[in-house]
Nanobody, 123 residues
Framework: VQLQASGGGLAQAGGSLKLSCATS????????VGWSRQAPGKEREFVGV????????YYADSVRGRFIISRDNADNMVHLQMNDLKSEDTAVYYC?????????????????WGQGTQVTVSS
């Protein structure tokens, strides 16, 4: 079951956006969920992850301190709060499930990437 990212849009540099990740037909409660992004002309890169059983989060150096991943088990959603946005954050953002093995920061360790959501930051 692919995951669906939403909430993207246009923001000014220094502004904020909140993305959401949803699934259908399955709870997130036991999933480790990661976020990745792909900017035009660049390879997809790891953004961050939230671990299912204890809620710990890990982030790429480029977003640490600005982005926050959280989960809402009641609504079965995972969120990516993006603050202090920079032009280099412009990309399509995706969410996916960790396969259960493989490095957390390796996007190949994830599956069920669905359609992403476009984030554009104007300077």
């Amino acid at each position: 079951v692919q995951l669906q990212a939403s909430g993207g849009g246009l923001a000014q540099a220094g502004g904020s956006l909140k993305l959401s990740c949803a699934t259908s037909g399955r709870s997130f409660n036991r999933d480790t969920v990661g976020w990745s992004r792909q900017a035009p002309g660049k390879e997809r890169e790891f953004v961050g992850v939230i671990i299912w059983n204890h809620g710990s989060t890990y982030y790429a150096d480029s977003v640490r301190g600005r982005f926050i991943i959280s989960r809402d088990n009641a609504d079965n959603m995972v969120h990516l709060q993006m603050n202090d946005l920079k032009s280099e954050d412009t990309a399509v953002y995706y969410c996916g499930r960790h396969r259960g093995s493989g490095a957390l920061q390796n996007i190949r360790s994830y599956k069920d990437w669905g359609q992403g959501t476009q984030v554009t930051v104007s300077s």
